[in-house]
């Protein structure tokens, strides 16, 4: 059974980071892309960033861009998303999710960790 | 970006009834556009890919259809277990979703 279980998530404050964990289990991780995506309280669903099965190509939506850097540890099969600069408009759950072979939609997804930037 | 718009934002239905979600495309995104149910409190769980093809697992009173812009989700036969909210996310350029449609039993 494919599991993504993220962690790391929390109140933080504005300009501070934080690191978020999605561990998997189930399935090859190493043949998949791998993908965050957010959602904001009672709003809809974002795109945050996508990285390739080797970890040799990463993606961004032009907010995040230079502030979050997405990476991944095949050996351990866990995905990661830093998260530096922060601003009260990255406050939302923040989902894992495993990109299909066949194109950037999501056929898995972790039960979210919610992230919170307020003072 | 690509931007999706759906409609209508929220929609009211009885059981057994048919029901019909929209989603325009900002640009022609040639059939590259997927369906998702999110039930309250839970994550988002794919239901078509391809604009029409079903995802393992899906009841097939779920269908997607449409092509260029212009895309729709239709429900046959509504049961209880459908009342969620539904979006659409275009992958033909970098994956971007369309607002929600929240689904509620009338």
């Known amino acids: 059974e494919v599991q993504l279980v993220e962690s790391g998530g929390g109140l933080v404050q504005p300009g501070r980071s934080m690191k978020l964990s999605c561990a998997a289990s189930g399935f090859t991780f190493n043949n998949y892309d791998m993908a965050w995506v957010c959602q904001a309280p009672k709003k809809g669903l974002e795109w945050v960033a996508t990285i390739s099965y080797d970890g040799s190509s990463t993606y961004y939506r032009d907010s995040v861009k230079g502030r979050f850097t997405i990476s991944r540890d095949n050996a351990k099969s866990t995905l990661y998303l830093q998260m530096d600069s922060l601003r009260s408009e990255d406050t939302a759950t923040y989902y894992c999710?495993?990109?299909?072979?066949?194109?950037?939609?999501?056929?898995?997804w972790g039960q979210g960790v919610m992230v919170t930037v307020s003072s | 970006d690509i931007q999706m718009t759906q409609s209508p934002a929220s929609l009211s239905a009885s059981l057994g009834e048919t029901v019909t979600i929209e989603c325009r495309a900002s640009e022609d995104i040639y059939n590259g556009l997927a369906w998702y149910q999110q039930k309250p409190g839970k994550s988002p769980q794919l239901l078509i890919y391809?604009?029409?093809s079903l995802h393992t697992g899906v009841p097939s009173r779920f269908s997607g259809s449409g092509s260029g812009t212009q895309y729709s989700l239709k429900i046959n036969s509504l049961q209880s277990e459908d009342v969620a909210s539904y979006f659409c996310q275009q992958y033909y350029n970098y994956p971007t979703f369309g607002g929600g449609t929240k689904l509620e039993l009338k």
């Open positions: 999710a495993r990109q299909t072979a066949f194109g950037p939609y999501f056929d898995y």
């Open positions: 391809n604009a029409n």
